[in-house]
């Protein structure tokens, strides 16, 4: 008998990722804070329930993909919050990008509990999440890994299997240091060739010939060159990685001069968007002037 799965958040990431598990056949229990945002999979065949806490206490494995720390905290530990509701036996997975530190706390309630956890970030964005091809990043026991590897299974194709606990999350945030840091520095040399009236499409061929074919070059650079931004991955959670990995750099003594500019640069376009960009859109920066 397949196990069951809860699955709490179900935003750009977390919903595809609950249609793959309901395609592979797992008892899925859903639960959204905002309640309509459930809907399409309870059509699907989902339960919906009432509140984390019952959402956790349905699941085997109950996966959390929700938008940053205080968003865990509140759907864990918060009033009717999961944690509650998990039976010793059971395992969580959290999927959120949050910090590492935080994983270490959640790993430390669990365990007062009885319940096994993995810190479990992935990457691939929406379309990796809609493919069932994502990759995760885990911190944590290998025997809880492979335990819940027939339900990650269903939504993503590779496993990392990275460290203790908060190491998924510490690879994760790495990861995204240097993705943020490509975007914008791809932009900037984007405004700085345009601006001197050479077109933009020059620079990202010469590119290509000279680096070979890669995502920031097939995927990010036609949206900066078409100035249209729909979210695959949106600003407002990469500059939320950033400010994770500064945190990270303070409390080991790294300093991160390239990440902290860029953060700057990224948090001007966050307070002038009045939309949901892709992280791309911090090309807009160059736009304004
Ligand atoms: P989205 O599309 O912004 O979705 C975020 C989800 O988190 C969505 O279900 C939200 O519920 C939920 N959320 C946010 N704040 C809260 C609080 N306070 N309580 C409960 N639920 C909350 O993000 P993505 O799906 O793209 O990304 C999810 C994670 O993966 C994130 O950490 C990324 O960095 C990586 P809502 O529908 O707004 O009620």
């Given at each position: 008998m397949k196990p069951s799965v809860g699955l709490i958040g179900l935003g750009l990431m977390g919903k595809p990722m609950g249609?793959?598990?309901l395609?592979?056949?797992f008892p899925l229990t859903v639960w959204n804070r905002t309640a309509s945002r459930a809907e399409e999979l309870v059509r699907a065949g989902a339960t919906r329930a009432a509140n984390p806490r019952d959402a956790a206490a349905h699941a085997d494995v109950l996966i959390t993909i929700v938008s940053d720390p205080p968003a865990l905290e509140e759907v864990l530990f918060g009033e009717n919050g999961a944690l509650?509701?998990?039976r010793p036996g059971s395992a969580l997975v959290d999927s959120s990008t949050v910090s590492p530190e935080l994983a270490r706390r959640v790993a430390r309630s669990c365990g007062e509990r009885g319940v096994e956890f993995l810190d479990a970030p992935v990457t691939g964005g929406t379309w990796g999440a809609e493919k069932g091809e994502l990759v995760f990043m885990i911190g944590g026991p290998g025997e809880t890994l492979e335990r819940v590897k027939p339900v990650l299974g269903a939504m993503g194709r590779r496993f990392f299997h990275l460290g203790p606990h908060g190491a998924g999350q510490t690879i994760k945030l790495g990861m995204n240091l240097l993705l943020a840091l490509?975007?914008?520095?791809l932009a900037e040399s984007l405004a700085l060739v345009t601006s001197a009236g050479v077109p933009a499409e020059r620079l990202i061929e010469v590119m290509q010939a000279s680096m070979g074919r890669s995502?920031?070059?097939d995927v990010k650079a036609p949206l900066i060159l078409h100035g249209e931004f729909p979210a695959s991955f949106p600003l407002r959670l990469m500059l939320k990685d950033m400010r994770l990995a500064l945190?990270?750099?303070?409390?080991h003594g790294v300093t991160l001069p390239t990440l902290s500019a860029a953060a700057a640069t990224y948090a001007e376009v966050q307070e002038g968007s009045h939309d949901d960009p892709d992280f791309a859109a911090v090309a807009r920066f160059w736009k304004k002037s």
């Amino acid at each position: 008998m397949k196990p069951s799965v809860g699955l709490i958040g179900l935003g750009l990431m977390g919903k595809p990722m609950g249609r793959n598990l309901l395609r592979a056949g797992f008892p899925l229990t859903v639960w959204n804070r905002t309640a309509s945002r459930a809907e399409e999979l309870v059509r699907a065949g989902a339960t919906r329930a009432a509140n984390p806490r019952d959402a956790a206490a349905h699941a085997d494995v109950l996966i959390t993909i929700v938008s940053d720390p205080p968003a865990l905290e509140e759907v864990l530990f918060g009033e009717n919050g999961a944690l509650g509701g998990l039976r010793p036996g059971s395992a969580l997975v959290d999927s959120s990008t949050v910090s590492p530190e935080l994983a270490r706390r959640v790993a430390r309630s669990c365990g007062e509990r009885g319940v096994e956890f993995l810190d479990a970030p992935v990457t691939g964005g929406t379309w990796g999440a809609e493919k069932g091809e994502l990759v995760f990043m885990i911190g944590g026991p290998g025997e809880t890994l492979e335990r819940v590897k027939p339900v990650l299974g269903a939504m993503g194709r590779r496993f990392f299997h990275l460290g203790p606990h908060g190491a998924g999350q510490t690879i994760k945030l790495g990861m995204n240091l240097l993705l943020a840091l490509q975007v914008d520095a791809l932009a900037e040399s984007l405004a700085l060739v345009t601006s001197a009236g050479v077109p933009a499409e020059r620079l990202i061929e010469v590119m290509q010939a000279s680096m070979g074919r890669s995502p920031l070059l097939d995927v990010k650079a036609p949206l900066i060159l078409h100035g249209e931004f729909p979210a695959s991955f949106p600003l407002r959670l990469m500059l939320k990685d950033m400010r994770l990995a500064l945190e990270m750099g303070r409390q080991h003594g790294v300093t991160l001069p390239t990440l902290s500019a860029a953060a700057a640069t990224y948090a001007e376009v966050q307070e002038g968007s009045h939309d949901d960009p892709d992280f791309a859109a911090v090309a807009r920066f160059w736009k304004k002037s």
